[in-house]
């Protein structure tokens, strides 16, 4: 808020001025005109700079100092070899932005490959800063799970939330449709609890993405931008920072990686909820939601059995655990993919 109050003084002010003085003799409404033109300039080259890079910044100021001592040197030269003139002015003129412009670009464009910790501990401690932040996606929030994660600790740093998302979240909770308008809302309350926690650093991110339109691609920018991975659920937003470089923390595959490691031979007890794809099959789950598949146990269905595992399969939605019913198991026996766990792993599959 602060900074869009400069802006607007700024303009004011600049716009004030030229009115006044009346630069190139221009009328006083023309000369206002022209003030307000050069400061939404000057704002646009701004926005421009925020979005750059320390490196790129430092990049494209040594290339302009650069292009600037160039560009003396050869009006020199001029000097001496024209007479003086429009000519030899225009030609000083045009040299010193030609060599401006061409050292701003190549500086900004090799920027990245300053070493900007040699300078000092002042730069070598900006890296890690900005590498603590976390960018939240929608589907994190909506999830809920990425609360409970940050205040048990594992999620260290503030997690940022981008305006953006936030509108989005609220477009989601104002939708027509009910689920949506409830899983919105969810959203909501979640990142109103994590506010509220005194273990959680949540921040407001009041920045945008100007050269992206989607949701998706923003978070991208600015993951980009400040080196900071993106929290999401969402498989699609997945992808796509990964192939643009950008670090992603998923929720679904750490839940993934802490299920308990269940190996061929154990026993368990399982409640057969439903019956399976293939007769005589059963399903279970366990505390984490694993499905269970149970070979000849459809009537059992709604009892608790012991169960002998007798495969694990990892799919691309999850794990599931293949096994039969402990009466009738032959440990000895190796253990062949039978027709229902492959129909029951094309089921998961779709």
Sequence with gaps: MDLKLI?????????????????????????????????????????????LSLRRLFGAVFGSVLGIFGAFLFSLVLRDSLPSGGTQSWLQLFILMLMTYVGLVVGTSKGDLLNLAALGDL????????????????????????????ETGFLDGPLAVPTFVLTELQMVADSSDGSKRQRGRRGLDVLQRMQQSTAINIQILDEDAPGSRAVDMKLVELGKKY????????????????????????????????????????????????????????????????????????????????????????????????????????????????SSETAALREADN
Excluded at 11 to 39: K, Y
Excluded at 128 to 141: E, F, G, N, Q, Y
């Design 123 to 150: 730069f070598h401690s900006e890296r890690p800063a900005r590498r603590a932040m976390k960018l939240l996606d929608t589907s994190a929030i909506i999830d809920g799970r990425i609360a409970d994660m940050a």
């Design 7 to 51: 802006r607007v003084l700024f303009t004011l002010v600049l716009t004030f001025a030229c009115f006044l003085l009346r630069p190139f003799g221009l009328d006083h409404w023309s000369a206002g005109a022209l003030g307000l033109v050069c400061s939404a300039a000057v704002i646009v080259f701004e926005l421009r700079v925020r979005a």
């Design 227 to 338: 080196d900071a991975p993106v929290v999401t659920n969402d498989f699609n937003l997945n992808k796509v920072a990964q192939l643009h470089g950008v670090a992603v923390l998923n929720i679904n595959d750490l839940a993934n990686a802490l299920k308990p490691v269940v190996l061929p031979g154990e026993k368990m007890h399982i409640f057969i909820l439903k019956e399976g794809k293939e007769p005589n099959q059963g399903v279970g789950y366990l505390d984490d939601g694993t499905m269970v598949v149970v070979d000849h146990a459809r009537k059992m269905i709604g009892r608790s059995v012991e169960v002998s595992v007798t495969s694990v399969l990892q799919t691309a939605s999850g794990k599931m655990i293949f096994g039969k019913m402990e009466e009738s198991a032959t440990l000895t026996e190796p253990h062949r993919s039978t």
